[in-house]
């Protein structure tokens, strides 16, 4: 990028950060409108919220602990191990994917020249973080329920939630605007989901992977906060501790977020023409 599209660029960040603000209750009122209408009509309403993701959750207890007999991972049962990773994971997974395709479904919002398209991933993505907020209460509940006291490492849960909705932020700005002139990206991105669940080290130790093979994982930004959670409920290890790999994260988090942006404002004038 030329450095003097750097001002520019910069300008229009911080006036997006700016409208973030004062949209503040727009916002809201946009993601309470979103996370009711979505199980709107169904006998259990937004029960079902919360229901699919811990049926989600229980079936795969299921599968690795009871069928695979997995043992304890750190000295921590497999079910709270596996659980700590699965929470955040489902939170990307369903705000990006809902993300995605947030334009193409609000066509009708689209055409609507004073409308701030903008907001629509950040609408689903706060709609998603409800669901998540009540799963962080279960797994703490969870943790109690085996004996282990509320720790002070809980606080960094909302430093890692914080960098993976920037991530879902760009991700989401990104596709939801290529979308429109590819549709087949919707797939792709489901694909792209369906793959990283598994090859992201949510049901499996990183240690049983061969030396050489680490950097696949250590390479996807998820695992990062992936690991971040299992510390802040597990571990002893503050996001500090890993100073490379945190330099990482929000380089690759950061860039991703820019691109992104810019991509999203500049095909932001077409969106009307091909909905």
């Known amino acids: 990028m030329a450095a003097s599209s750097l001002p520019v660029l910069n300008t229009g960040l911080i006036a997006g950060l700016r409208d973030l603000v004062r949209s503040r209750s727009l916002l809201f009122d946009l993601a309470q409108r979103d996370f009711q209408t979505r199980y709107l009509g169904s006998a259990l309403g937004l029960t079902w919220a919360f229901i699919q993701p811990t049926v989600s959750i229980l079936i795969l207890w299921f599968v690795f602990e009871v069928g695979f007999r997995s043992g304890p991972v750190l000295t921590y049962p497999f079910i709270l191990?596996?659980?700590?990773?699965?929470?955040?994971?489902?939170?990307?997974?369903?705000?990006?994917?809902?993300?995605?395709?947030?334009?193409l479904e609000s066509a009708f919002l689209v055409r609507k020249v004073r409308f701030r398209v903008g907001l629509l991933p950040i609408?689903?993505?706060?709609?998603a973080l409800v669901i998540h907020t009540f799963f962080i209460g279960v797994c703490i509940a969870m943790f109690a329920a085996y004996g282990y006291a509320p720790r002070w490492n809980y606080l960094q849960i909302a430093y890692y939630l914080t960098g993976c909705a920037l991530l879902i932020t760009g991700l989401s700005w990104l596709t939801s605007s290529l979308v429109l002139f590819y549709r087949d990206l919707?797939?792709?991105?489901?694909?792209?989901?369906?793959?990283?669940?598994?090859?992201t080290p949510i049901f499996w130790n990183i240690d049983r992977l061969p030396a050489h093979w680490k950097w696949v994982a250590y390479a996807n930004p998820m695992y990062y906060v992936v690991r971040g959670y299992r510390d802040a409920f597990m571990g002893t290890n503050w996001f500090w501790d890993y100073p490379l790999e945190t330099v990482y994260f929000w380089s690759v988090t950061g860039g991703i977020f820019l691109l992104g942006a810019t991509v999203f404002r500049r095909l932001r004038p077409h969106f009307a023409d091909v909905l």
Not at 123 to 127: E, G, M, N, R, T
Not at 187 to 195: A, C, Y
């Open 81 to 103: 191990w596996m659980t700590c990773g699965t929470i955040i994971w489902n939170f990307f997974g369903e705000a990006w994917g809902a993300g995605t395709g947030c334009v």
């Open 123 to 127: 609408v689903k993505l706060l709609s």
């Open 186 to 199: 919707s797939q792709i991105v489901g694909m792209v989901l369906q793959f990283g669940f598994w090859l």
